[in-house]
């Protein structure tokens, strides 16, 4: 049989997409060097690991590039705050991130999320199973056995269905498999859509935007629990405060926060960056 021209037209179609498809895949996300992998060696060891000099709150690193302010203060001047106010508290007990949130880091979350190059959560998955638990640790956070459950923040359900994916729930994912703990995806949710937080200047917009956003839905499945919360970045924690709170509020016992990524403090505008991968073709 012969095809006609709109079949005819399918095929090649087929045939470009997946030839296309098969050169991404054969591509470094970031540098679009050869590579076999989604982000190639070279870019991911460009990613800076956090080890030191970062607030035992907030998991931030306390000072800014190139400072030679070596406060007297144990934690930043954001958590010292937050100390003295409790209007303002952090309602988890500690927030630890893995990487710098800066350059290539930056990029992958930025390129996954925007561009949805999927490929690349599995390396960031990856990453962060081999190389959190021992952070936590090294952090002096309870041991992972302590833990009841992994928590990712969850996205609300249009952002959901437009993204297709919720980035925190497969780092959550990996993570867990690698602690040997449970996942609950559903437990908490998001019930209300909010702007994106990076699209809000101040800390107060950002917290007055989720404020009220998310709710437990079977508070005894969380009773008393150990929840490690988990999500991509930690940029003021306007977010993962309002997670732990609804938490802590529907009956839990403790949460820790854990992040793949947090940027210098001050450097508070991931938006910046999500424009320029925007604008590359
Ligand atoms: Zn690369
Ligand atoms: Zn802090």
């Known amino acids: ?44 060891s460009t990613f800076e690991r956090l080890e030191s000099a970062c607030c035992p709150k907030c998991g931030r690193p306390k000072f800014a590039p190139g400072s030679s302010d070596h406060a007297r203060t144990i934690y930043c001047g954001e958590c010292e705050e937050r100390r003295i ?72 359900i249009s952002r959901l269905m437009e993204r297709e994916f919720n980035q925190a729930a497969i780092l959550a994912r990996y993570v867990a498999e690698a602690m040997s703990l449970r996942v609950s995806y559903e437990v908490l949710e998001r019930t209300r859509a909010t702007a994106p937080q990076w699209t809000l200047t101040s800390i107060q917009q950002k917290i007055e935007n989720v404020k009220g956003a998310f709710k437990v839905r079977r508070p005894k ?29 529907a009956g839990a016992g403790s949460v820790v926060v854990g992040a793949l990524s947090t940027p210098h403090l001050g450097h508070d505008t991931p938006g910046a960056a999500y424009e320029s991968v925007e604008q590359r073709p």
């Open 1 to 44: 049989m012969i095809p006609n021209t709109r079949q005819l037209a399918e095929t090649v179609a087929a045939s470009l997409n997946a030839l296309f498809g098969l050169a991404l895949n054969s591509l470094c996300a970031l540098c679009g060097k050869r590579s076999s992998a989604a982000i190639c060696p070279g870019c991911v």
């Open 85 to 156: 106010d409790r209007r303002k508290r952090w309602y988890f007990d500690r927030a630890v991130s893995l990487f710098l949130y800066e350059g290539r880091m930056r990029e992958a979350i930025l390129t996954l999320k925007y561009r949805r190059r999927f490929r690349i959560a599995d390396v960031l998955g990856a990453l962060f199973a081999q190389y959190f638990p021992h952070r936590l640790i090294c952090e002096s956070v309870e041991a992972s056995s302590e833990f009841n459950v992994v928590i990712p923040v969850p996205l609300h």
């Open 221 to 249: 499945a969380i009773k008393d629990a150990k929840i490690l919360l988990i999500d991509d970045i930690f940029t003021r924690g306007a977010t993962a405060n309002e997670c732990a709170k609804t938490l802590m509020k």
